[in-house]
């Protein structure tokens, strides 16, 4: 019954395509395409956000002063004390959220109430893993002037996972992955950490257990074995690499005092003029219609690099819907709540064909290129994985996305992807010869390191864990097929096939799936998750 | 402990420190022990600039050549005295602030550190010493007696050659140079770039800029600690 009146309340969420539908509005890259998809084909559309806690900052109080199994905040101060505050980065939220980001609102409140505590020994670390450094500009962004001012650069810096004195290991767990944390945040008396869940994958044991490690402590979970494994790693329940990561976090927590502030958001990501994004095309109106003509005639005209400049200018109008805090297991199940309020879209079917526009940002490419690698993450990593239960397409399926593919990569933030795509690629995308005969290689590199510890790189080791992240993808989908590349190499590197039109790939799709193939298209962004329990 | 398996190979002048060979000679031309004896060596310098500016352009083998030779006469008890200042006043403090740190990291990753540079042996030595590298591949000047000839004793360590003494550098210790590092700031050093498997730029000229992005060699900044 419940299961019946949830799928009532949610249909409206999906649009079967008619012979008078109106055309759907899909990413490719930076650019939006409307396309004539067959009829019958079954558009998944996002929930409309959820409404924005009305004063976040009363929110994140009483959080910290209710928290979850564990003393209010305020309780576990004492004077004197050493207290390291742990921080998602930029690659939270997507793209990035107006200003104050909830971070800064997070720490307002925090700082002050450690000041108050004669708490003075505070160090804020961003907990970038692997990821590159923020820049200067960014750090200021997402804390406020205010803070940044007091305490960047001797007490706010980003996490180094390859500085040889600044990390500690604390063993093995009973599994043998191997458990390192940020030296700093490890010999504090506590362990504040700040999250942003963006999407369920986000947050709980993940935060420290990933964000402050090293390389040795990703690899841990983070290898193509596990990914796998994991049925989708949007749902933590049915996902080794969260298994994994869930041990590595219990053993951190035995040794660590961690207090968790989890937040979450909305999916409010257009507003304004783009709020033409978040609508349902049968409900455009004129204004919108003229606004997508309008848009789609400007970016025609401009290059890849004036279009990524314009998208990556407007930050996103995203909502607090959650603050919870205290202990990591029970504050993350709150959130995960909420962050499942927000993205499912009840189905009871699977697809032969779906169909997904591959838009302009990634986690790992804000203010950067949406190089070939990351559209891989993107498609078989990411898009895939937006499931809980069954996936939207069934095994065997064919997956078609439209991205120009061009063969772009950033050498400043992405260095070691290049010689990855390029040297590696041709060779074997066997993502277990990938890891036994490169990875280490790469993970040591000094140049590669050098530019991770001093520039804005990735992590030498970090393509390999992009590639790996698409392996349940590629190992469930039978056939990717890319529409609108700019160039055959790359979609072949990546062992997909070509289409120059929609139209073309979909009748490539039936090639296999038949004529009577069920179609179905994942309508972001904004995010949408499918949940198919049946 | 394992003997490691690789070597990083770094180009000195402009790679790990700011300063290069012209800068050492002006050194030990304004050190000539007599007020003279200074004006004159400096004075044959200056002249010999421009002219050596332009055939470091044109050809750097021909430059070293005639470089070298503005060392004819001083004796080695004197350069090498003048060696040890020269790394305190000139080399130490023109090291790049990331130097330190490419180097260990290089040796984290398991790789013997060798300096490879078309400057004396004598006047890098100190400054290899400082840096712990492992061997020091420099030109040596021929010695009579005690006094330069102003000859350096073949072959030149320069260019196309410098991937000749590391590639016999590697024969020798069993290394393989797909598996070696090498690091340069300058164009010039393009053959001991392209002859090892990881070729890395470092604070790179316009030339090899442009080179490193087309090859898609990564290019590392040391200028910033």
Same mark, same amino acid.
């Given at each position: ?37 067959? $009829? ?53 939220? %997507? ?7 909830? #971070?800064?609102?997070? %720490? ?74 940020? +030296? ?14 963006? $999407? ?27 990914? +796998? ?15 994994? $990561? ?71 109008? !995203? ?91 950033? &050498?400043?933030?992405?260095?070691? !992807? ?6 590696? %690629? ?19 590199? &000094? ?5 991770? +510890? ?13 590639? !790996?992240?698409?392996?349940?993808? #590629? ?16 979609? +072949? ?28 298209? %994942? ?9 198919? #329990?049946? | ?225």
């Amino acid at each position: 019954m419940e299961r019946l009146s949830r799928l009532y309340e949610q249909t409206e969420q999906i649009v079967t395509i008619d012979k008078d539908s109106a055309p759907r509005l899909m990413f490719s890259g930076e650019d939006l395409l409307l396309e004539d998809l067959p $009829v019958g084909t079954r558009v998944i559309y996002p929930n409309p956000p959820i409404e924005g806690l009305p004063n976040v900052k009363a929110a994140i109080r009483w959080a910290i002063n209710h928290p979850e199994g564990c003393d209010p905040l305020h309780a576990l101060l004492r004077p004197g004390m050493k207290v390291t505050i742990a921080l998602d980065d930029i690659s939270l939220p %997507l793209p990035p959220m107006r200003t104050p980001d909830v #971070r800064q609102q997070v %720490l307002e409140v925090v700082l002050e109430l450690l000041a108050d505590s004669g708490v003075d020994d505070v160090h804020l670390v961003i907990a970038i893993a692997l990821h590159r450094r923020m820049t200067e500009e960014e750090m200021k962004r997402m804390v406020g002037k205010k803070i940044f001012d007091a305490y960047y650069p001797d007490r706010y810096y980003n996490h180094d996972a390859e500085d040889p004195d600044g990390l500690v290991s604390l063993g093995t767990t009973r599994h043998g992955e191997k458990v390192v944390v940020n +030296r700093r945040a490890a010999e504090s008396d506590l362990l504040v950490y700040v999250n942003l869940n963006l $999407v369920p994958m986000d947050g709980g044991h993940k935060s420290v257990g990933t964000g402050l490690t090293n390389y040795a402590g990703v690899k841990a979970h983070h290898d193509p074995e596990t990914i +796998r494994l994991s049925d989708s790693y949007m749902d933590p329940e049915r996902s080794e690499l969260h298994r994994r $990561v869930d041990r590595v976090g219990k053993m951190i927590d035995q040794h660590l005092d961690v207090f968790h502030i989890e937040t979450t958001i909305n999916n409010r990501m257009f507003d304004g003029p783009l709020s033409f994004l978040m609508k349902k095309e049968d409900h455009f109106t004129e204004t919108d219609r003229l606004a997508v003509a309008a848009m789609r005639a400007g970016l025609q005209k401009l290059p890849r690099s004036a279009k990524r400049k314009i998208f990556q200018a407007v930050p996103a109008a !995203y909502d607090v819907i959650a603050v919870h805090a205290g202990r990591t297991e029970p504050t993350h199940a709150r959130i995960l709540e909420a962050s499942w309020r927000q993205y499912a879209v009840d189905v009871d079917f699977q697809a032969d064909i779906g169909v997904m526009g591959i838009p302009f940002v990634s986690p790992y490419s804000v203010n950067s290129i949406l190089n070939p690698l990351l559209v891989q993450v993107m498609a078989c990593g990411y898009f895939f994985n937006f499931y809980r239960g069954r996936p939207l397409v069934k095994k065997g399926g064919t997956l078609i996305l439209t991205h120009p593919c061009s063969d772009e990569f950033d &050498p400043d933030f992405h260095p070691s !992807y290049i010689e990855f795509f390029h040297r590696l %690629l041709p060779e074997t995308r066997d993502p277990f010869v990938l890891q036994e005969k490169y990875e280490k290689e790469f993970a040591e590199n &000094p140049a590669y390191v050098h530019m991770y +510890r001093t520039g804005h790189a990735y992590h030498g080791s970090h393509p390999f864990f992009m590639w !790996y992240w698409g392996e349940n993808g #590629r190992q469930h989908l039978g056939r990717i097929i890319a529409v609108g590349a700019d160039n055959e190499h790359v979609p +072949r590197m990546l062992g997909w096939e070509s289409a120059e039109t929609l139209a073309d790939a979909i009748d490539m799709a039936r090639s296999t799936q038949g004529r009577g193939a069920e179609i179905a298209m %994942l309508h972001h962004p904004p995010i949408v998750m499918t949940q198919n #329990r049946g | 402990m394992t003997t490691p398996q690789k070597a990083a190979f770094f180009d000195v002048d402009g790679t790990l420190v700011r300063t290069n060979i012209v800068h050492a000679f002006a050194y030990y031309a304004m050190n000539q022990g007599t007020i003279f004896g200074t004006a004159w060596q400096t004075a044959k310098t200056a002249a010999a600039a421009p002219f050596l500016w332009a055939l470091d352009k044109v050809n750097r083998k021909a430059f070293n050549e005639l470089f070298y030779g503005f060392y004819k006469g001083q004796t080695q008890d004197r350069l090498l005295t003048l060696a040890d200042e020269l790394f305190t006043d000139v080399l130490k403090p023109a090291l790049h602030p990331g130097t330190g740190r490419l180097l260990d990291e290089t040796r984290r990753a398991g790789c013997r550190v060798v300096l490879v540079t078309g400057a004396l042996d004598f006047t890098v030595r100190r400054l290899a010493d400082h840096l712990g590298a492992d061997d020091l591949i420099a030109n040596r000047m021929h010695f009579v007696d005690g006094v330069a000839t102003g000859r350096v004793i073949p072959p030149i360590v320069e260019g196309a050659h410098k991937a000749q003494v590391m590639r016999d550098y590697c024969v020798k210790r069993g290394l393989a140079l797909d598996r070696c590092w090498a690091f340069s700031d300058s164009f010039s050093d393009y053959p001991m770039l392209a002859v090892v498997g990881h070729p890395t730029a470092v604070n790179p000229d316009v030339r090899l800029r442009s080179v490193a992005r087309a090859y898609e060699w990564p290019i590392v900044d040391t200028t910033q600690g």
